[in-house]
């Protein structure tokens, strides 16, 4: 079974950042393709960036493009979001995803079958 701990949620002023980190006990990390997504209160959960298996295979939502970067360390077992340029409209719990058969690509669509996290929060506000 996967476990994640995730970290790095807090209230953030606007245009302010944050990084959030999510450790996956996970028997081969590499293998799974990572992603974040957010759920804003009175919202569906959506997609915000994921990294596939390969170093190159990154993908964001067009709302955080160019402000929000995810990274992964096979080595740890991490995967990590800095958020830059924060604004009021990015407060959202942030969940981290695991999936061990779909692409990176893919989970910009779902559906999703794999692991979620527990969730950390995100506030944008003054």
């Known amino acids: 079974q996967v476990q994640f701990v995730e970290s790095g949620g807090d209230l953030v002023q606007p245009g302010g950042s944050l990084r959030l980190s999510c450790a996956a006990s996970?028997?081969?990390?590499?293998?799974?393709?990572m992603g974040w997504f957010r759920q804003a209160p009175g919202k569906e959960r959506e997609f915000v960036a994921s990294?596939?298996?390969?170093?190159?295979?990154?993908h964001y939502a067009d709302s955080v493009k160019g402000r929000f970067t995810i990274s992964r360390d096979n080595a740890k077992s991490t995967v990590a979001l800095q958020l830059s340029s924060l604004k009021p409209e990015d407060t959202a719990d942030y969940y981290c995803?695991?999936?061990?058969?779909?692409?990176?690509?893919?989970?910009?669509?779902?559906?999703?079958?794999?692991?979620w996290g527990q969730g950390t929060q995100v506030t944008v506000s003054s």
């Open positions: 990294f596939g298996r390969g170093p190159r295979d990154i």
């Open positions: 995803y695991a999936d061990r058969v779909m692409t990176a690509l893919a989970l910009k669509r779902g559906p999703y079958s794999g692991s």
């Open positions: 996970i028997g081969d990390f590499s293998t799974y393709a």
